[in-house]
């Protein structure tokens, strides 16, 4: 049930919500740009020159209500959020040695945003907290040996989202005809 149910129970449940519930269960850019991020440093030019990039897409998605931000901060990353909102660091764009990377690695949180696996993700950690507290009776009764199977499958089910947000990736760089060396 844990390895097989959950997952198969999560990924419907996600893909039945409507999208704003979807959006609701996860950070918002504003809770992370007063706990995380501070502005984009890069100048307007290369904004808008890696918005103007990803445009065609953006369109293509436009069910997902995706949309391009950039700020600083975190480390050299990229990350989507429910509400469509795809964030790219400075540190991240300043890495990408061309536009080949960044669509590459657009595309990937595209995947994520496509394959919900946010929501996907809160709605596993849900069931199985519900799971963990119904065999043992209570959250206090928790501890390390009940804990780290929870811990583990909760790693496998990232390996997977990322497996097939990197799938997606692969599969659109090919149809958009980039080579699929610009997703290394």
């Known amino acids: 049930f844990v390895v097989f149910g959950i997952p198969a129970s999560a990924k419907f449940i996600a893909n039945q919500m ?10 918002s850019l504003d ?31 436009e069910i997902l209500n995706t949309h391009l931000a950039f700020r600083s901060g975190m ?13 790219f660091t400075d540190e991240f764009v300043n890495l990408a040695k061309n536009d080949n990377e960044l669509l590459a690695i657009f595309f990937h949180e595209i995947g994520h945003l496509k394959h919900k696996h946010l929501a996907r993700r809160v709605l596993q950690d849900t069931l199985i907290t519900l799971m963990v507290i119904l065999i043992t009776g209570g959250v206090e009764s928790v501890d390390i040996v009940t804990a780290l199977p929870t811990l583990l499958l909760d790693l496998s089910y990232s390996r997977k989202f990322e497996t097939e947000a990197d799938t997606f990736a692969l599969q659109k760089l ?11």
């Open 75 to 87: 480390g050299a990353n990229a990350l989507a959020l429910p509400s469509g909102e795809i964030v």
């Open 31 to 61: 809770v992370l740009d007063k706990t995380v991020f501070k502005p984009s440093e890069l100048d307007e030019a290369r904004k808008q020159h890696i918005t103007n990039l990803v445009a065609p897409y953006v369109a293509e998605f």
């Open 174 to 184: 090919h149809k958009e005809n980039i080579p699929l060396k610009s997703f290394s």
């Open 18 to 27: 409507p999208v704003m519930v979807s959006e609701q269960l996860g950070s």
